[in-house]
């Protein structure tokens, strides 16, 4: 499975963007997607998750009530709205696919395919 991530850039505090994860593989709407990004000398954190329905998500508290994940399982692709952004935001955005479709896991581990990543910058 291919993952390619797009819709970074820059953008000013309080600005939106929208990310976007294409996926190659047509057992797309098999598996969970989730959001994750790495901000400069930081680790790797969770950002968001979201079922193979799309019935279920999950979020990093960080992110709640700004953030929302979806998916169009027709277009293989799962999305990343992000609203009300702050400079904290800042970071390489990377999607990832866990062949365990049915829950959400904000565990790294958990993922089996991950994307290339897309830079997003959020100015003060």
């Known amino acids: 499975v291919q993952l390619q991530a797009s819709g970074g850039g820059l953008v000013q505090a309080g600005g939106s963007l929208r990310l976007s994860c294409a996926a190659s593989?047509?057992?797309?709407?098999?598996?969970?997607m989730g959001w994750f990004r790495q901000a400069p000398g930081k680790e790797r954190e969770f950002v968001a998750a979201?079922?193979?329905?799309?019935?279920?998500?999950y979020y990093a508290d960080s992110v709640k009530g700004r953030f929302t994940i979806s998916r169009n399982n027709a277009r293989t692709t799962v999305y990343l709205q992000m609203n009300s952004l702050k400079p904290e935001d800042t970071a390489v955005y990377y999607c990832?696919?866990?062949?365990?479709?049915?829950?959400?896991?904000?565990?790294?581990?958990?993922?089996?395919?991950w994307g290339q990543g897309t830079l997003v910058t959020v100015s003060s």
């Open positions: 593989s047509h057992l797309f709407s098999e598996y969970a």
């Open positions: 990832a696919a866990d062949e365990i479709g049915s829950i959400t896991t904000d565990q790294a581990s958990a993922y089996d395919y």
């Open positions: 979201i079922t193979k329905s799309g019935e279920s998500t």
